[in-house]
């Protein structure tokens, strides 16, 4: 009860009424759900569902509505186009495109994940190279990877590699502030405990700070992966002939909106289920989390 | 000091000399928190640090498993300087600071691991288990097991290193009463088997009396010792001593003391 007592009998009796009363349609409430692991994935899915149908109801009727395929295809126009693209696009193809952005993903934000773990951990586990890296990573973080996209050309070509270092350069950051920030969070505790039970600096480091930290170091990894796909265009607007991003790009250049649409839709979808995976393998590798465990 | 506390402090494990310190609350000024703490104990002594909360009981208990340096005097263990902790002086926290990552089980054999102690302690470390009573929940996660059963576990993880010395910062405040007779009970039976020298920091006079050999009373602001008195109740002991005259008359002068002090 957040309130103050009430003045007298009988508001404070009213008040007890009322929470009573909340209590009981809460616990009704509750009722109406199957509760537990499958109750989870039900009221998920549903409300996965609802939100979907209601988005596709209010586009189509905008569809409708404009009467304009090259401004805003309906949702009918997309499907058939996303269709098409699945069936016979060959390189041009849905399929090949999200291949090709997907390997680019798992490149580029895996290495920026495993730089910005390592960096991480070698920044708290040394004042000098904190004192180093700290501010040169708050500086360099707000300035969007894209900017980068002219010199990582003349620097290191049109390939592949300059692809993976502006996704890299996205994960990198976060990952790196957020393992500095999870190490240091990490309770003191649990370290004293290990050192005197015999471990020595390497031990604590590798079987308490890291696992302590691993909840804190995942989240990050996840929010990476998130940022990495909303940069995925950027890194492909260099001189690419393939990808998700390519794809978008070109259909602009022919005023192809369908494609447009189906692209976007596929980074949304490609994003949706990498994140799906990684909180699975959270789920997996931190089964304590939450848990209130000290 | 009689003649039997001389012969132990002859072969002394532990010896606090002159202790003191103040923390820094981080705006210049400082608050003592020990002023001159000086006692020893003897080996396989069961030795109790008391007093009200706030004494500074806790930051003695640090000082001797190494976890910090007094800014005056000297902790000695086996004549030589503490600097840092070390596996020989094992520490039950008020917590039990079990690893969630890993088993019950494997949260004991932790020390022995780091050690690198791992194939001969693997006998030790399941009849500890089963001494604490958690035979069948070895791959347990300590998650899964009550407040108690987590205690024990913290209990057999700092034991398997066979320490020498066993410091115990009021272990069992934080259970509710029936766990804490539990877990005293099964102290005591712990103790009488494996025999280690222990500093035992509690609030609890009751705790103190039952469990030590021996007490010691601080005072606060800043903390010394008032008080070194001797607790020869005979062993083996049970809860049951708690009706004792003996120990009600005892009880009753540590309280008065313990008032005196607070007032």
Redesign the interface.
């Known amino acids: 009860m957040t309130d103050l007592p009430s003045a007298t009998p009988d508001a404070a009796l009213e008040q007890v009424d009322s929470e009573l009363v909340r209590g009981h349609r809460l616990s009704r409430k509750r009722r109406l759900l199957p509760t537990g692991r499958w109750g989870d994935f039900i009221a998920t899915t549903a409300s996965l569902i609802t939100a979907l149908a209601l988005v596709v109801a209010l586009w189509w009727i905008a569809a409708i509505a404009f009467n304009d395929p090259n401004v805003l295809p309906s949702p009918e126009e997309v499907a058939d186009r996303a269709d098409e693209l699945l069936t016979n696009g060959g390189d041009l193809g849905l399929v090949h495109n999200a291949q090709v952005s997907l390997i680019r993903i798992l490149i580029g934000w895996g290495g920026g994940v495993i730089a910005g773990v390592a960096v991480g951990i070698a920044m708290v586990s040394n004042r000098w190279i904190l004192g180093l890296l700290d501010p040169l990573i708050e500086l360099g973080r707000p300035i969007p990877p894209l900017a980068f996209a002219p010199l990582l050309v003349i620097w290191f070509g049109i390939g592949e590699l300059p692809k993976y270092m502006i996704l890299g350069f996205t994960t990198f950051p976060i990952v790196a502030i957020s393992t500095v920030a999870a190490v240091k969070g990490v309770?003191r505790?649990?370290i004293?405990?290990?050192?005197?039970?015999?471990?020595?600096r390497l031990?604590v480091l590798r079987?308490?700070t890291i696992?302590?930290a691993?909840p804190g170091i995942l989240v990050s990894i996840r929010l990476a992966n998130g940022l990495s796909w909303s940069s995925l265009v950027a890194a492909e607007i260099i001189a690419s002939t393939s990808g998700l991003g390519w794809m978008i790009l070109q259909a602009g250049r022919f005023l192809d909106t369908p494609t447009i649409f189906v692209g976007i839709i596929t980074i949304g979808l490609l994003a949706f289920i990498t994140d799906r995976v990684l909180r699975v393998a959270e789920a997996w590798l931190?089964?304590?989390r939450g848990?209130?465990?000290? | 000091m009689n003649e039997s506390k001389l012969a132990k402090a002859a072969d002394t494990g532990l010896r606090l000399q002159g202790i003191s310190h103040s923390f820094s609350d981080g705006r210049g000024r400082a608050t003592d928190v020990l002023a001159g703490v000086s006692f020893e104990v003897g080996a396989r002594e069961f030795v109790s640090l008391m007093g009200p909360s706030g004494c500074g009981k806790s930051t003695v208990l640090g000082m001797v498993a190494g976890f910090l340096s007094p800014e005056q005097g000297d902790v000695r263990w086996h004549g030589e300087r503490v600097t840092a902790p070390d596996a020989a002086r094992g520490v039950v926290f008020q917590k039990p600071h079990l690893y969630p990552w890993c088993e019950v089980y494997d949260n004991v054999m932790f020390g022995p691991r780091a050690l690198g102690r791992e194939r001969e302690s693997r006998d030790l470390a399941r009849d500890l288990i089963a001494e604490v009573g958690l035979e069948g929940f070895e791959r347990h996660r300590p998650y899964e097991l009550s407040g108690g059963m987590q205690h024990r576990v913290a209990l057999a993880r700092t034991l398997v290193n066979r320490p020498e010395l066993l410091l115990m910062d009021e272990p069992f405040a934080a259970l509710d009463a029936q766990t804490r007779e539990e877990m005293q009970a099964l102290l005591l039976e712990v103790w009488q088997r494996h025999r280690c020298t222990v500093l035992f920091v509690t609030h609890d006079i009751e705790e103190g009396l039952l469990l030590s050999d021996r007490i010691l009373v601080m005072g606060h602001r800043p903390g010394s010792i008032r008080a070194d008195i001797s607790v020869d109740f005979e062993r083996p002991r049970d809860e049951t001593l708690v009706f004792d005259q003996r120990f009600v008359d005892l009880r009753s002068s540590v309280r008065t003391l313990f008032r005196k002090d607070s007032s």
């Open positions: 309770d505790n649990w004293l405990a290990a050192q005197s039970l015999g471990a020595g031990y079987r308490v696992p302590a691993l931190v089964p304590w848990k209130g465990a000290s």
